[in-house]
């Protein structure tokens, strides 16, 4: 699926360096994830941006959203945590 995206990203500039340049990165970056259809998460919202959008990061990139996801538990947990540690006081001295 991501290749195919790639691809549509290359023919959006008109070639793999116009599309480097676009991004600020190399065109052997673009041609190795041709090559290996593996993008990392900074290149596909970097795409994303470049391409005002029409390219979607998370479909170039499925670990974005599992990122977004994983951010969105820790928060649910940290605040859970927070109200506990927040509910008792810290004594240091109670603790000896």
């Known amino acids: 699926m991501s290749k195919k995206l790639l691809r549509e990203a290359v023919r959006f500039y008109g070639s793999q360096d116009k599309l ?3 991004i600020r990165c190399s065109q052997m970056a673009i041609c190795h994830a ?3 259809g593996r993008i ?16 979607n ?3 170039l ?6 990122r977004r996801q ?4 820790r928060k649910k947990v940290n605040g859970k945590a927070m109200q506990r540690f ?11």
């Open 57 to 59: 990061c998370v479909e």
């Open 86 to 96: 927040q509910a008792r006081p810290f004594n240091a001295r109670s603790s000896r």
């Open 70 to 73: 994983l951010a969105i538990a």
């Open 61 to 66: 990139c499925p670990m974005l959203d599992q």
């Open 40 to 55: 990392s998460p900074l290149m596909a919202y970097r795409i994303h941006a470049a391409t005002n959008g029409e390219i």
């Open 20 to 22: 480097a340049v676009a």
């Open 34 to 36: 041709l090559r290996t």
